[in-house]
T-cell receptor, first 114, second 114 residues
Framework: EAQVTQNPRYLITVTGKKLTVTCSQN?????MSWYRQDPGLGLRQIYY???????DKGDVPEGYKVSRKEKRNFPLILESPSPNQTSLYFC?????????????FGEGSWLTVV | GQSLEQPSEVTAVEGAIVQINCTYQ??????LSWYQQHDGGAPTFLSY????GLEETGRFSSFLSRSDSYGYLLLQELQMKDSASYFC???????????????FGSGTRLSIRP
């Protein structure tokens, strides 16, 4: 089954404690991306990757890091989480960065930073 | 730069027809996509327009006018289960590189009344 898997789905953490949200896709997609979703703000792109070892900043990259060492994995790293990073996070992938290619989303990760 | 504009909220009556508009500004336009997201769920693909005109998929249709940088999603015979948020999306190509990223509008929350 084609899917994007992200973990953890739910996490409560404390300010400053490094955490990683993993993302894996099994569709051999080149394009992967992280979005955060906050009430009234829609989906805002954090980072994206067009292929292995190629990553670029999205619209809200501050406080986040990513890596793309393998095609299937695209982890999101919060080195020192802060309460303003409390949000719903989605990992997504598509064959290429073109609207004609369907974007597949993970089920989302609810992150609370206290 | 790039931007997408869509109404934040739309309310309609069960059985009626509703149109959700999206205007965009982006370089390297490939096409316009639409996604549906129910509360607590992940966005899922609805439709894609690469060329001008209307694309129909069951009760949902999507329209694109590239000359006007405008598109819309048309939902007919509305059902209560159509209550959700709807996002338009385009691909933006960076001016000085080959990097392309997928940008989402802020979403339109559709509420259906009995």
């Amino acid at each position: 089954e084609a899917q994007v898997t992200q973990n953890p789905r739910y996490l409560i953490t404390v300010t400053g404690k490094k955490l990683t949200v993993t993302c894996s896709q099994n569709m051999n997609h080149e394009y992967m991306s992280w979005y955060r979703q906050d009430p009234g703000l829609g989906l805002r792109q954090i980072y994206y990757s067009m292929n292995v070892e190629v990553t670029d900043k999205g619209d809200v990259p501050e406080g986040y890091k990513v890596s793309r060492k393998e095609k299937r994995n695209f982890p999101l790293i919060l080195e020192s989480p802060s309460p303003n990073q409390t949000s719903l996070y989605f990992c997504a992938s598509s064959l290429e960065a073109r609207p004609g290619n369907t974007i597949y989303f993970g089920e989302g990760s609810w992150l609370t930073v206290v | 730069g790039q931007s997408l504009e869509q109404p934040s909220e739309v309310t309609a009556v069960e059985g009626a027809i509703v149109q959700i508009n999206c205007t965009y500004q982006t370089s390297g336009f490939y096409g316009l996509s639409w996604y549906q997201q129910h509360d607590g769920g992940a966005p899922t693909f609805l439709s894609y327009n690469a060329l001008d005109g209307l694309e129909e998929t069951g009760r949902f249709s999507s329209f694109l006018s590239r000359s006007d940088s405008y598109g819309y999603l048309l939902l007919q015979e509305l059902q209560m289960k159509d209550s959700a948020s709807y996002f338009c999306a385009v691909t933006h190509r960076e001016v000085y590189s080959s990097a392309s990223k997928i940008i989402f509008g802020s979403g339109t929350r559709l509420s259906i009344r009995p």
